[in-house]
Structures are given as C-alpha cells and as structure tokens.
C-alpha cells in the first residue's frame, strides 16, 4: 500500500478493539494548481511570516494564540495540544448503528478507507465487519481528527469499511432559509407530463467514470496555448432563460431531441420558436437588430 495513513489508533466496538489506520479515499493532485508570480520579474512569490515590529520571523518559532480580547492572546505550543486527550484521540469509538437511509445527506463528508493493520488485530476487524453487514446498520462513532473531535459514519464496503465524516448540527444551513421565499407555482399538468417524458428518456446507471473536469482541460488548452504564444480558448456563450411563452415550444423540442438522441437540434429548434413570436412584434420591440432591418428595408 503506497499510501501512508493520515491517523492511526484502534477501532473499538463494546470491549472488543483492534488496530487500524485510516487513507483518504479521494485524490485531487491531478487537478490545475496554480502559484503566485510577480510579472515583472517571473519570480515565485514567497509567503514569508513577518511580525510587524519585528520584521521577519521563521515559521517554526511561532506558536498559535486564541484571542480573549483586542490586542491580548493566550498562547499555546505543541505541548500544550498534546495535554489535551480525549478517548476519540486515538480511538474510533462505535457508540450507536442506524440506518443509512436515517443521516440527511448535508451531513456526509469526506470519505476515508479504514484498513485493519496486520496481526492480531485482524480477526476482530473481520468480526466487527461481517456484523455490521449481517444486521444491515451504518455505525455512528467519534474520533479526533486534524485537530477536532468529528462524528463519523462507517459503512461496510467490501472487505473493509468506508468512515464518512459528519457535518456538526451548526455547520449545516437551514434550507427554509433559502427556500421558503421560493414563490408558489401552479404548474402545468402537460408541461409536467413532457418534462417526465424527458426524464424518462435520459435514465441511464450511475457511472461515475464518465465524470470528466471539462474545466479543468479548458484550463490545459489554455495553458498550452498560451506556452505557444497563441490566442485564449474562445467560451462556451451562456444560454438564455427560458420565459413562460415559450416553455412548451421548448419541452417539446427537447422531447424530439432526446428522442432522436440530437439534443443540439432541440435547442436550436427551442432557440427558433423563442425567436418568432419577437420578430412578429419588430415593431414594438426595443432591440437594436430588428430596428436596424426595418430602416435599411
């Protein structure tokens, strides 16, 4: 395993323990990262700490201070962090087993693999393991992790567990906030039924692996181009709302369009019907492009 686990300690359920670390199960370094440099000189700019009075300092000497009040401090060092111990310190303790169904979704986070370490300590892993599949329960625990104590969820996931950490009650938003200013809208009940109709066309399997950062390569095209001394990546135009008139020219066009597998072709035709009825009323509209035709007409 050439991962190196980000905490290790032991994963307890009632007396029985055993051994085990824990790797995360996602992977960003892959993605575009960028630094800071100063144009005039393409120089790397470099985050140097530096106290005000006192000019620059080394990073390794300073200490963390939790403000009580303005100006005033109370300073801690590593030894002081480490007098702080909890059982969850170096423990995943297992204190209840629900079901999935039962944690929102806003609560789950990060996802980590927990792996058994060789020894003895096998065997009580498997047991705990093959139990926790048996009786169909996601186990609810705790553990101190990057400098807080986080409620995971473990689930079974082939020969080993997944551990999910969990948002705390106060990070998540109450979504009334948001939503209860959404205003009522009686639908149309054949608008309704075409978009079905949509959805039903579109239903395919869950298949991640088709996932793919389209900005990310952007950003690469970029990038090359730019190394090449070429032009910039011309955008994508972003598309227009759809208005209430023209709403079921364009569920219709997209019914057509998924059907024919030319989604392209639906917008366009969607895009046309918008545009009639505004040509019809050239007139009265206020657009630059019809009042230019009617004069040169």
């Known amino acids: 395993m050439a991962a190196r686990p980000v905490w290790h300690g032991h994963l307890k359920l009632s007396l029985v323990t055993c051994p085990v670390g824990l790797y995360t199960a996602t992977a960003s370094n892959a993605r575009v990262s960028f630094h800071l440099i100063n144009p005039d000189t393409n120089n790397r700019i470099r985050m140097v700490p530096t106290d005000p009075d006192a000019g620059p300092v080394e990073r390794s000497d300073l200490v963390k201070g939790y403000e009580v009040s303005k100006d005033e401090y109370v300073l801690l060092d590593d030894a002081d962090f480490d007098k702080v111990k909890l059982e969850t310190t170096h423990t995943i303790c297992i204190d209840s087993f ?36 048996a009786a169909g329960k996601v186990a609810i625990g705790s553990l101190v992790l990057r400098g807080r104590e986080r409620q995971i969820a473990l689930e079974v996931r082939d ?45 395919a399997e869950f298949d991640p692996t088709k996932f793919h950062d389209r900005y990310d390569d952007a950003l690469r095209d970029l990038i090359k181009a730019k190394q090449k ?9 972003e598309p227009e709302d759809t208005n209430v008139i023209d709403l079921m020219a364009a569920l219709r066009n997209s019914l057509k369009g998924s059907a024919s597998g030319d ?35």
């Open 98 to 133: 629900v079901d999935e169904t039962d944690i929102d979704r806003l609560y789950w986070s990060d996802p980590f693999f927990v792996v058994p370490e060789k020894g003895v300590g096998v065997e009580a892993f498997a047991v705990i393991r093959d139990a926790m599949k």
């Open 159 to 203: 020969a080993g567990l997944i551990a999910y950490t969990l948002r705390a009650h106060d990070e998540v938003r109450d979504a009334a906030d948001y939503f209860d200013d959404i205003p009522a809208v009686k639908t149309d009940k054949d608008m309704v039924e075409i978009a079905t109709r949509i959805i039903g066309q579109k239903e």
């Open 229 to 237: 001394g070429g032009k910039a990546v011309v955008g994508v135009e």
């Open 263 to 297: 989604v392209k072709a639906a917008a366009k035709k969607a895009t046309s019907a918008k545009s009639a009825p505004a040509k019809k009323t050239a007139a009265k509209s206020n657009t630059r492009k019809p009042a230019t035709k009617k004069k040169a007409a």
